[in-house]
Nanobody
Framework: VQLVESGGGLVQPGGSLRLSCQAS????????MSWYRQAPGKERELVAG????????NYAESVKGRFTISRDNAKNTVYLQMNSLKPDDTAVYYC?????????????WGQGTQVTVSS
């Protein structure tokens, strides 16, 4: 199982980035996908999530209206479009896949990609 994030980098406040997470080794279309982030000295927090078929999404209040999560099940990829970036968005962003199977929850994490918002 692999989740490989890409697209992070340094961007000025007000700028945009698009993160990608390429999945392999499991049936991607059966998994709920999420993006989390962790800033230095802070706990990891949920940024956005999308259901397995892409029919429903949810967002942290702090990113609503600025970030958009989407997925392409044919490409086994989930995206996070980030617009109007703020310095508070600086963090390592992680891709997560999870699925409930009977009484067990299967969950996988990527290695993370750094996003730095600074002038």
């Amino acid at each position: 199982v692999q989740l490989v994030e890409s697209g992070g980098g340094l961007v000025q406040p007000g700028g945009s980035l698009r993160l990608s997470c390429q999945a392999s080794g499991f049936t991607f279309s059966r998994y709920h996908m999420s993006w989390y982030r962790q800033a230095p000295g802070k706990e990891r927090e949920l940024v956005a999530g999308i259901t397995s078929a892409g029919g429903s999404t949810n967002y942290a209040e702090s990113v609503k209206g600025r970030f958009t999560i989407s997925r392409d099940n044919a490409k086994n990829t989930v995206y996070l479009q980030m617009n109007s970036l703020k310095p508070d968005d600086t963090a390592v962003y992680y891709c997560n896949a999870n699925r409930a199977v009977l009484a067990t929850r299967l969950t996988y994490w990527g290695q993370g990609t750094q996003v730095t918002v600074s002038s």
